[in-house]
């Protein structure tokens, strides 16, 4: 039984279009992540959300928007897709008195 | 700002060698954790060890060790008697206590040797 489930794991799209990756776990975890892991395996954190209230947002665009529509998902959709979005979208939850991270699988968007 | 810095992009080693990692770096906090994190090719992202910066003692899981020198601000992962599965990406990590950012390094790609 996955502790972090993402989905799709993998996702070829065209430019322009709008896409979402899903992200689910089972862990009872209060803070869940996006991170964006570029061609160079550079990890960047994107957003953070507690207990489904945004409170990490790293200047990324504005076609990323984070949804949490409980406490067990966070959901990522991309708008108007672009080559440079390419990357490796990895979820990640933590429990909030705790410091461990656990990580989803990571979806692998290619843009073309 | 936090930073982690990796200086080593890459590595290789034989078998059952030890290999050591480096990482350091850059903050004013008093009270954080640091962690190693390994991606294999699988991209799955597994945690190997961590450390609260208040303990002095190093913290050790196995084959892994770490060196923490918190005067230096560095935090180096020991890998003994290397195996084949070792390889993989290592990622050094921070977290203020409190907090909520895990900050990473740039990563080491190690490769275990047969």
């Known amino acids: 039984d996955t502790a972090v489930s993402q989905t799709p794991k993998y996702l070829v799209t065209q430019m322009g279009n709008d896409k979402s990756i899903k992200c689910e776990q089972n862990?009872?975890?209060?803070?869940m992540y996006w991170y964006k892991q570029d061609s160079k395996k550079f990890l960047k954190i994107m957003f953070s959300?507690?207990?489904?209230?945004?409170?990490i947002n790293e200047t990324v665009p504005n076609r990323f928007s984070p949804k949490s529509p409980d406490k067990a998902h966070l959901n990522l959709h991309i708008n108007s897709l672009e080559l440079g979005d390419s990357a490796v979208y990895f979820c990640?939850?933590?429990?909030?008195?705790?410091?461990?991270?656990?990580f989803g699988q990571g979806t692998r968007l290619t843009v073309v | 700002a936090q930073t982690v810095t990796q200086s080593q992009p890459e590595m290789s080693v034989q078998e059952a060698e030890t290999v050591t990692l480096s990482c350091t770096y850059d903050t004013s906090e008093s009270n954080y954790y640091l962690f190693w994190y390994k991606q294999p090719p699988s991209r799955q992202m597994i945690l190997v060890i961590r450390q609260e910066a208040y303990k002095q003692q190093n913290a050790t899981e196995n084959r892994f060790s770490v060196n923490f020198q918190k005067a230096a601000k560095s935090f180096s992962l020991k890998i003994s008697d290397s195996q084949l599965g070792d390889t993989a990406m290592y990622f050094c990590?921070?977290?203020?206590?409190?907090?909520?950012?895990?900050?990473f390094g740039q990563g080491t790609r190690l490769t275990i040797n047969p």
């Open positions: 959300y507690n207990n489904k209230e945004l409170i």
């Open positions: 990640a939850t933590k429990d909030s008195p705790g410091t461990e991270a656990f």
């Open positions: 862990l009872g975890h209060d803070t």
């Open positions: 990590a921070f977290l203020i206590q409190g907090a909520q950012k895990l900050v």
